[in-house]
Nanobody, 123 residues
Framework: QVQLVESGGGLVQAGGSLRLSCAAS????????MGWFRQAPGKEREFVAV???????NYADSVKGRCTISRDNAKNTVYLQMISLKPEDTAVYYCAAPRINEIFTSSAYYIYWGQGTQVTVSS
């Protein structure tokens, strides 16, 4: 059973930064892509970033240049570094893993999900 546990969310002022972490267990972490999604109140879950086993990444246009996804295979952990945060970045952020090692941007391809971590950006 794959388990994903996010941490690092919190309250930050606009212009600030946060680093989210997602610890994974239950399968060979280094062999699979890992992604981040977010869901704001009243909105659908949306793609944020993804990284595959080879380090290839993809980002949503809304966060490009402000977010960096990375992974530490020795720690079975994927990170999302966020800078220049805006109030519109406020959401619950979810770590997710697809069945195969592809940089999918659609949540439909992700079969494992964490419980989410709240990020709130005040203006």
């Amino acid at each position: 059973q794959v388990q994903l546990v996010e941490s690092g969310g919190g309250l930050v002022q606009a212009g600030g930064s946060l680093r989210l972490s997602c610890a994974a267990s239950g399968r060979t972490f280094s062999s699979y892509a890992m992604g981040w999604f977010r869901q704001a109140p009243g909105k659908e879950r949306e793609f944020v970033a993804v990284i595959n086993s080879g380090g290839i990444t993809n980002y949503a246009d809304s966060v490009k240049g402000r977010c960096t996804i990375s992974r530490d295979n020795a720690k079975n952990t994927v990170y999302l570094q966020m800078i220049s945060l805006k109030p519109e970045d406020t959401a619950v952020y979810y770590c997710a893993a697809p069945r195969i090692n592809e940089i999918f941007t659609s949540s439909a391809y992700y079969i494992y999900w964490g419980q989410g971590t709240q990020v709130t950006v005040s203006s």
